[in-house]
């Protein structure tokens, strides 16, 4: 949820209007995560896995990909990309964040890894998403999994959508669910318990989501609602930044994840 501020740490803009893709003229923005090698170069010396029938847009039942697509695939859903970026990347989820369907043949590798490690978006302005910082998150292998499975073309894969969220089994349910499918659990660990490191924060951490220091300086529904919406964008990589969900979590959704917080320890 938030990083605990000790001092004013400077903002930093970025634009989302990608070079390459401005030259390629495609897409009314620029282009997000991305990462790795065409599917061709993988199918020509891995080991392959079917994936399962994909929707109208993605390639088709019979597809196979190597098992570093398939990894990129399952750490998207993982890591909430697709909360973002749409399922396969196809969009559709905010008009502030792009489609991933055609990122893979405009950005280099190099470029789609490094906005993955050092985030993207406008930084001060909690009404428009921002794209974290992965690179104290992920490991070099997800990374290149993840740029390999948008350099394929996001394929379907079979067993990887995200967590379902239970209905009528009150808000708390939902939202122990929803802090797995937004990808909450990855940096505030299991059960809010926190600990996933963050090097230039004062305590070197992600700050937990339980405990007495929460419930103190997020005593309402309010103070943690609006955590969840603006995030703490606080400086530059390779500080870990949380993003402005405002723009994608509906107020719904930030509701069970207040009644599931407030079950913690």
């Known amino acids: 949820m938030e990083e605990r501020e000790t001092g ?7 634009t989302w209007v990608w070079p390459a893709v401005a030259i390629a003229a495609v897409a009314v923005v620029a282009a997000g995560t ?5 599917v061709g170069n993988w199918r020509s010396h891995t080991t392959t896995v079917t994936v399962a029938g994909a929707t109208t847009s993605a390639p088709s039942a019979a597809a ?4 570093t697509v398939a990894a990129g695939a399952h750490t998207f859903v993982q890591f909430a990309c697709s909360q973002c970026h749409g399922p396969q990347g196809q969009g559709g989820v905010s008009p502030y964040v792009p489609s991933l369907t055609t990122v893979g ?8 890894t490094r906005i993955i490690d050092h985030g993207l978006g406008e930084s001060a302005n909690p009404t428009k998403p921002y794209m974290p910082v992965w690179g104290e998150v992920l490991s070099t292998t997800q990374v290149n999994d993840l740029v ?3 350099r394929a073309g996001l394929p379907a894969v079979s067993e990887n959508d995200p967590v379902p969220i239970p209905q009528g089994q009150g808000p708390a349910v939902a939202g122990a669910a929803l802090y797995v499918r937004y990808g909450c659990i990855n940096c505030h660990g299991p059960n809010g318990l926190g600990g996933v490191p963050n090097p230039l924060s004062p305590d070197r951490t992600i700050p937990p989501l339980s405990g007495q220091d929460f419930r103190h300086e997020f005593n309402t529904d309010a103070k943690i609602a609006a955590v969840i919406r603006s995030g703490s964008v606080i400086g530059k990589a390779p500080i870990v930044s949380m993003p402005h969900w405002g723009g994608i979590i509906p107020q719904s959704d930030v509701t069970a994840l207040i009644a599931y917080l407030k079950t913690l320890k």
């Not at 991305?34 to 065409?38: N, T």
């Open 64 to 67: 196979v990909v190597s098992p």
């Open 34 to 38: 991305a990462v790795g090698f065409g």
């Open 148 to 150: 390999a499975y948008i």
């Open 105 to 112: 043949r405009t950005l280099t590798v190099a470029q789609l």
């Open 8 to 14: 004013r740490a400077e903002k930093h803009s970025q």
